[in-house]
């Protein structure tokens, strides 16, 4: 039985001729905070797509916590514990903000509440939603999002709909959280923040996270280490300033621009 909290074995997908991944093995440790970087068009997404269940594998396995998730539902695979955002943001844009949260937390057994005793709104069914919602608000703390929680998603700015976005994942209460690109059209400052927030959930929520992203001083800055895809397949791994350092990787990257 395998000891990671994530493992992929040869994992691939071929979209008509198109080899968009091949024979990728991961090995995240609990409380990683894993790098997977490469040129656009490198297979990236396509791999958080395949981790949950978006997409059907064409060859190879995934393991979280030593247990088969091949293959399985988008929905199954969230209650195993893997939560994601997206490169670009997916929010229920006509919603509050606490009520994107909300949506998360009513996935969660936790807070589970009988159709019958939600009908009939019953003490129980008061008591949980007064729960949820204490719960959300926490959630909204840590990402400087309390205030606003009554506002629209959609009127926010793109770096705090970002950070909903990752408050929105955390309530489905994951023991892997996958983030793909967190930083993109943020400046400098909230970049800086959100590599603080990330560190500060991992440790809160006893998390391991894998990250894909285009800023390199934030894979340095946070990634013990990282994996580097290319054409779809894996360049390298290793540690982070090691590989950063590769000629090779870096050929990769100016080949890109
Ligand atoms: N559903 C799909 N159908 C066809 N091709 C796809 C699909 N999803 C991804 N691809 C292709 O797979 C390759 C990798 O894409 P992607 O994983 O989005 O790259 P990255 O996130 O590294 O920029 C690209 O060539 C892309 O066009
Ligand atoms: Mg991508």
Redesign the pocket.
Same mark, same amino acid.
């Given at each position: 039985m395998s000891e990671f909290v994530l493992e992929t074995q040869g994992l691939g997908i071929t979209?008509?001729g198109?080899k968009?991944?091949q024979n990728l093995n991961l090995q995240l440790n609990k409380n990683d905070l894993y790098g997977l970087i %490469?040129?656009?068009?490198? %297979?990236?997404?396509?791999?958080f797509?395949l981790l949950t269940g978006v997409?059907k594998p064409t060859s190879g396995k995934v393991f979280l916590n030593g247990k088969e998730i091949t293959g399985l539902s988008q929905e199954s695979i969230n209650r195993h514990g893997i939560a994601r955002t997206f490169?670009n943001i997916r929010l229920f844009n006509n919603m509050s903000v606490i009520r994107n949260v909300l949506v998360g937390l009513h996935n969660r057994s936790q807070f589970h509440c009988s159709a019958l005793s939600s009908m009939l709104h019953t003490p129980h069914y008061y008591e949980n939603e007064r729960l949820m919602r204490e719960r959300a608000k926490e959630l909204l703390r840590i990402f400087d999002l309390e205030d606003l929680r009554n506002e629209l998603a959609c009127s926010l700015p793109y770096g705090q709909q970002r950070k909903l976005e990752i408050a929105r994942a955390l309530a489905t209460n994951p023991c892997l959280l996958l983030l793909?690109e967190p930083a993109a059209g943020m400046n400098p400052q909230e970049t800086a923040e959100l590599m603080n927030t990330i560190r500060f959930v991992r440790d809160e929520f006893d998390l391991t996270v894998l990250l894909?992203e285009h800023d390199m001083s934030l894979v340095s800055g946070i990634c013990d280490r990282v994996t580097v895809?290319n054409f779809?397949t894996e360049l390298t791994h290793g540690q982070t300033s090691k590989v950063l350092s590769d000629p090779e990787v870096v050929r990769a990257y100016l080949g890109d621009d």
């Open positions: 979209f008509g198109l968009a991944l %490469g040129p656009n068009g490198a %297979g990236k997404t396509t791999v797509n997409y490169q793909d894909i895809l779809g």
